[in-house]
């Protein structure tokens, strides 16, 4: 006879320890707060079972990843276990990456490390999350270290992270490096790059591995459009857009509340207001940052009264509008005069609809205010302020003076240039604006003085840049520099157009 045959009652041991087992982790399972979960813990230890591996993950995972999070509880858990997986450990940072506490992830981690547990290919996606959202970049640099040690770079989801976590840190040329040495890849990876540029404003090699990705092999996704469209919107990117939009047609995906709405904001940025308008009609669910948009493009194109009117159909919908929303009202009422009713939209932000104003709503209001005219009123409204003026105030009220007042004889212009030089007095640019106003003014001596200290201190204006769109690719030119190498051929055609143009108004 065997020797659980020749004892009974260890066998009978064994299976009520199974038992009780498979009951404890049953009832954890149907934990919804922490009270009934410290009463299952306690069942536990008096069952023997508090040794138990794969319990105590399981405990380690409610209270890290449940509604009921404790993660108090779950490190006196740990500390007080001889043996705890990494799996364990694991959890732990997992719930830190959902929390607001991520820099809690790499004490938890160091606590991992001291007591000789090896982290694994699942322990470094989450700790790189943790840094990313706390912009660690040097717990990161050391977490990607371990990750060379452990020779774990070649798993894909740990060199997705790698690739967000300097992206997020405005490491983009590590992000490159990370991507670039990537043995695997998959959507989720070309997605991280293509977001690396985007938010690091590399706007044209995002476009760059968005082509890469397909002549890869790989379908974009949702994702990898709505970043890549966001790319298009920033640089005016019309043609590559369209291209896009016609590929999101083809695939047959689904025009959701995001896709449409980045949809309308990439043809509101880029003029198109027609394709904008009827992406906006076509969608069936619409969210605020969707109006806000088609609002803003709008407003941003002139086309003052229909945004206006949007406005108006947006709160009919009961959508509540946020502060970008009224940043583009704002822009409206500047373009068409509306004084008052700008008056009326900035007290409505703030006592309706709870949105304290920003530094870019006062401009705006300033922008109103200096477009009509009312120098003395804005003026006093940027003084009013409770915050200091930014320099773009200053010269949104300075060029507004240059138009309205090109002797200032209100003498607010005297007032705003000063100021502006005191709050930005390194930048060339607001030297050129400066003496510029003081040439208009009859002010000749003073900024020639102002023209004598930008030549001593060597500074020089940055040249005047404009750009086309043409077959999905954006075209520099910048004044005084010709960089295309058939400008010749570029200023006959231009000498011919002239040359039409006056025949026509013969």
Known sequence: MNGSASNPNRQNCNSNFVSKKQQC?????LCLSFKPFSQIHAQIHLSGLHRDPYLLTQLIKYCALSPAKNFNYAQTLLRHSSTSPPSSWNFLIRGYASSDSPTEAFLAFRSMLRREIRPNKLTFPFLLKCCAMALALRE??????????????????????????????????????????????????????VTACVDNLRMDDGIGYFVRMREYGFEPDETSMVVVLNACSEIGNLGFGRGVHSYVIARGLVLNCQLG??????????????????????????????WTAMILGLAQ?????ESLDLFQKMLKSSICPNYVTFLGVLCACSHAGLVDDGYRYFHDMEH???????????????????????????????????????????????????????SDELGVGNKVREKLLELEPSRSGNFVMVANFLAETGMWDKAANLRK??????????????????????????????????????????????????????
């Open 261 to 290: 709405t980045v949809l309308v904001d990439m043809y509101a940025k880029s003029g198109a207001l027609g394709y904008a308008r009827l992406v906006f009609e076509r969608m069936e669910g619409r969210n605020v940052w969707t």
């Open 140 to 193: 990161g640099r050391q977490a990607h270290g371990c990750v060379w040690k452990l020779g774990l770079e070649s798993d894909v989801y740990v060199g997705n992270n790698l690739v967000h976590f300097y992206g997020v840190c405005k490491k983009v040329k590590d992000a490159f490096k990370v991507f670039d040495e990537m043995s695997e890849r998959s959507v989720v990876s070309w997605n991280a790059v």
């Open 301 to 305: 194109h002139g086309f003052a009264k």
């Open 453 to 506: 200290v930008m030549k001593e201190k060597r500074m020089k204006k940055r040249a005047g840049e404009s750009s086309i769109e043409l077959g999905g690719s954006i075209h520099k030119f910048f004044s005084g520099y010709d960089s295309q190498s058939d400008y010749e051929d570029i200023f006959q055609m231009l000498d011919v157009l002239s040359l039409h143009m006056k025949l026509v108004d013969m």
């Open 25 to 29: 982790l049953s009832l954890l399972n």
């Open 352 to 406: 309706i609809y709870g949105i304290t104003p920003m530094m870019v709503h006062y401009g705006a209001m300033v922008d109103i205010l200096g477009r009509s005219g009312r120098l003395k009123e804005a003026y006093s409204f940027m003084k009013s302020m409770p915050f200091e003026p930014d320099p773009i105030v200053c010269r949104t009220l300075l060029s507004a003076c240059s138009t309205h007042d090109v």
